[in-house]
């Protein structure tokens, strides 16, 4: 876990609608205890956590699978998957058709 996360403040919202490229994006996050969760909404949908020192991003979400970026480094999940992607630890809790939902570690 990267020390950026341990000043984290107990609770930070923030969401966001654009339109881009004739589809809808959007983002919500909340952060607290050390743990950021981020919905994102429509391929393309990026969001900037903790004032801005973390950057995700859903490339494309079907069929149960996600690709996405956390600080420009791709990666790929299914629900429930766990794994470390820029030096992060990342669980994928939901993984429906064009969103997907992460908690950031």
């Known amino acids: 876990m990267k ?9 930070a919202l923030a969401a966001v609608s654009l ?6 994006t959007s983002y919500s996050s909340q952060c607290a205890n050390n743990v950021c969760t981020v ?5 393309g949908a990026e969001a900037e956590i903790l ?9 494309s979400s079907a069929e149960g699978t996600a690709e996405f970026a956390v ?7 299914a629900e429930g998957d766990e794994q470390e992607v820029a ?10 058709e064009d ?7």
Do not use: F, M
């Open 51 to 59: 004032n801005d020192s973390i950057t995700v991003e859903l490339i």
């Open 3 to 11: 020390s950026r996360l341990l000043a984290v403040p107990a609770l």
């Open 99 to 105: 969103k997907l939902t992460v908690e950031i570690s």
């Open 19 to 24: 339109t881009a490229c004739g589809g809808a």
């Open 71 to 77: 600080d420009g480094t791709s990666a790929t999940c």
């Open 87 to 96: 030096g992060y630890h990342v669980v994928c809790t939901e993984v429906p």
């Open 39 to 43: 919905s994102l909404s429509g391929a």
